[in-house]
């Protein structure tokens, strides 16, 4: 698109083009699902009114990711960094867990595929944006400060080279490299729980056994079906909550104890930061039939569930996911059962 000779719906459509992956960017950068929309709308707003005065020195999409930084340098600015559970506190051993929950803003959020991950035709490149925002790697992210977050996502995760990073953030070449090289080695010193996490695309013949016997193992709530789906180091975390979970023994047991509610749950397949993710669907005992419950992600690895995640539904997960807000029990999600609702999972 030419500078200056756009009409209102060419903008309009250009800017438009650059919604997924600016999302995938400010969701990295932030670690929210609704965070990053915010800040993607501003910054299309931005460039919207500021367009008069882009002179084409860069293209509009590095022009873009300049607005985008700085928006979200902006939000970062108050020094508020998301986190998991296990970020937080130790684990709890079953015979002390209790509900505890904390401010929405205190947790990474899950997000939808289709939010942040543009569709692109090199595999290699499709690998390293479903990489980037699984839970463990963007949770890490938020323990950088936040330029070395910027700085690692635009040279690692969108190969921009480092001058271009230095002319976006408005420093020389070895300040982008010196934060580079700190941000790595920080990520390094983590070892993050969930960054092995191995999940093909699409899921091989052994992820989709796997995963049609988890949905068969939780519909049924058959825990000795579920403890051998189970690593023995897995954990489950339940934000709002802080609480979490480790090993097969404490996360089952607290499934018939404090989540026996869940008993006789329906799961629907949805696509979350790049790994298998349902919907669950909670019986209803009054009305009959099934209300929103959680959005579950799991991380995967070695033919075993490592990561059991649980973000409880405040009102929002279900409608940033587009999924109904009741399952009737005739429905046919409910009736096709775990044989037919595996494939949608897949990342």
């Known amino acids: 698109m030419a500078k200056g000779t756009a009409t209102t719906a060419e903008l309009e459509s250009a800017l438009?083009?650059?919604?997924?992956?600016?999302?995938?960017?400010?969701?990295?950068?932030?670690?929210?699902?609704?965070?990053?929309?915010?800040?993607?709308?501003?910054?299309?707003?931005r460039a919207w009114r500021g367009y008069g005065r882009f002179e084409g020195r860069s293209s509009l999409r590095s022009w873009l990711y300049r607005i985008a930084t700085n928006v979200c340098l902006d939000m970062l600015a108050a020094g508020n960094?998301?986190?998991?559970?296990?970020?937080?506190?130790?684990?709890?051993?079953?015979?002390?867990?209790?509900?505890?929950p904390r401010p929405d803003h205190t947790w990474l959020e899950p997000v939808p595929d289709a939010r942040v991950l543009p569709t692109v035709q090199d595999p290699a490149e499709a690998a390293v944006a479903r990489e980037s925002v699984r839970l463990a790697f963007?949770?890490?992210?938020?323990?950088?400060?936040?330029?070395?977050?910027a700085v690692l996502i635009?040279?690692?995760?969108?190969?921009?080279?480092?001058?271009?990073?230095a002319d976006l953030l408005g420093t020389s070449v070895a300040s982008v490299n010196s934060a580079l090289q700190r941000a790595r080695a920080t990520l390094a010193e983590r070892g993050d729980k969930g960054a092995d996490a191995a999940v093909h695309d699409p899921l091989d013949e052994e992820q989709q056994e796997l995963l049609k016997r988890y949905v068969a193992a939780f519909e049924g709530y058959d825990m000795a079906a579920l403890t051998a789906l189970l690593r023995e180091d897995a954990v489950m975390t339940m934000p709002p909550f802080d609480l979490w979970l480790a090993g097969p023994a404490d996360i089952t047991?607290?499934?018939?104890?404090?989540?026996?509610?869940?008993?006789?749950?329906?799961?629907?397949?949805?696509?979350?930061?790049?790994?298998?993710?349902?919907?669950?669907?909670k019986p209803d005992p009054?009305?009959?039939?099934f209300t929103p419950w959680a959005v579950q992600v799991l991380e995967v690895s070695d033919g075993r569930i490592t990561g059991?995640?649980?973000f409880l539904d405040t009102g929002r997960w279900f409608p940033l996911f587009g999924l109904p807000l009741r399952l009737e029990a005739e429905t046919d999600q409910v009736e096709q059962g775990a044989q037919g609702r595996v494939g949608a999972a897949q990342p």
């Open 253 to 281: 047991g607290f499934m018939t104890t404090l989540g026996a509610p869940c008993a006789g749950s329906r799961l629907v397949p949805v696509r979350a930061n790049g790994l298998p993710a349902f919907a669950q669907y």
């Open 286 to 289: 009054e009305a009959g039939g």
């Open 308 to 310: 059991f995640h649980c």
């Open 154 to 165: 635009l040279r690692e995760v969108l190969a921009w080279r480092a001058s271009e990073v």
């Open 16 to 45: 438009e083009e650059h919604r997924v992956e600016l999302t995938g960017y400010c969701y990295r950068m932030l670690g929210s699902s609704f965070e990053a929309e915010d800040a993607v709308q501003d910054t299309l707003v």
């Open 138 to 149: 963007v949770a890490a992210l938020q323990q950088l400060p936040p330029k070395q977050r």
């Open 81 to 100: 960094k998301r986190a998991r559970p296990m970020d937080l506190t130790e684990s709890t051993p079953l015979a002390q867990a209790a509900l505890s």
